[in-house]
């Protein structure tokens, strides 16, 4: 528990030192909720400590029909976070449930194992899959802006951390964004040698 625990901040500290966000021009910039849309920084005499601390993930977030939950942190919810260049995500799959393929296209991520077996990996531009089980306490970085997944292939719940070199990682999941994006049936079919009625039922289970 101990490894845990000091491993975490470890890591966190481990994605300022290659940020991808722009460095920023002072210490910290806690986001002053007054002056939105602009975002100007609170002054630091009204910054407390409490703005540097996010509790949210210490327990999994709400649960899909298909066993996955995800808690995010980011400057929305923990201002400390501001222009840091960096955030985090705690994923829980339950038994056999996976984390569909995905991009993050402005960050690369730290995958920390907190319990269970997790198979996780990515797809290269040349197409080549780097994947292979890794367990409590290991971690896996998956470079910026490549396809990358995990399932759950442990006999419980498994939970896992993701440390992002950017405070705004984006997320685009890939069947939502051909099959639900809106996108011609016709290129669709051509594309994946589907017919329009096997389109038509991935639109309806992706669409948003």
Same mark, same amino acid.
């Given at each position: 528990?101990? !490894?845990? +625990?000091?491993?975490?901040? +470890?890591?966190?500290?481990?994605?300022?030192?290659?940020?991808?966000?722009? %460095?920023?021009?002072? %210490?910290?910039?806690?986001?002053?909720?007054?002056?939105?849309?602009?975002?100007?920084?609170?002054?630091?005499?009204?910054?407390?400590? %409490? %703005?540097?601390?996010?509790?949210?993930?210490?327990?999994?977030?709400?649960?899909?029909?298909?066993?996955?939950?995800?808690?995010?942190?980011?400057?929305?919810?923990?201002?400390? !976070?501001?222009?840091?260049?960096?955030? !985090?995500?705690?994923?829980?799959?339950?038994?056999?449930?996976?984390?569909?393929?995905?991009?993050?296209?402005?960050?690369?991520?730290?995958?920390?194992?907190?319990?269970?077996?997790?198979?996780?990996?990515?797809?290269?531009?040349?197409?080549?899959?780097?994947?292979?089980? +890794?367990?409590?306490?290991?971690?896996?970085?998956?470079?910026?802006?490549?396809?990358?997944?995990?399932?759950?292939?442990?006999?419980?719940?498994?939970?896992?951390?993701?440390?992002?070199?950017?405070?705004?990682?984006?997320?685009?999941?890939?069947?939502?964004?051909?099959?639900?994006?809106?996108?011609?049936?016709?290129?669709?079919?051509?594309?994946?040698?589907?017919?329009?009625?096997?389109?038509?039922?991935?639109?309806?289970?992706?669409?948003?």
């Amino acid at each position: 528990m101990c !490894l845990k +625990i000091v491993l975490i901040p +470890i890591l966190l500290i481990l994605t300022i030192a290659m940020a991808s966000d722009p %460095d920023p021009l002072q %210490d910290f910039c806690i986001p002053n909720p007054k002056s939105f849309p602009n975002q100007l920084c609170k002054n630091s005499t009204a910054v407390t400590a %409490d %703005d540097f601390v996010f509790s949210g993930a210490k327990s999994a977030g709400p649960f899909s029909e298909t066993g996955f939950a995800t808690v995010a942190a980011n400057p929305i919810n923990f201002p400390g !976070l501001n222009t840091l260049g960096m955030s !985090l995500v705690r994923v829980d799959l339950k038994e056999g449930a996976i984390n569909p393929p995905h991009v993050h296209p402005r960050a690369a991520e730290m995958v920390y194992v907190v319990q269970g077996k997790v198979y996780a990996g990515f797809v290269d531009s040349g197409n080549r899959v780097y994947a292979k089980v +890794i367990e409590e306490g290991e971690v896996m970085v998956i470079p910026r802006g490549v396809v990358h997944f995990q399932m759950n292939v442990g006999k419980r719940r498994a939970t896992v951390f993701g440390c992002f070199n950017s405070q705004n990682p984006g997320t685009q999941k890939m069947a939502a964004a051909i099959f639900g994006s809106g996108i011609k049936e016709e290129l669709l079919e051509k594309a994946f040698g589907l017919s329009s009625k096997e389109i038509r039922r991935m639109k309806r289970m992706f669409d948003s």
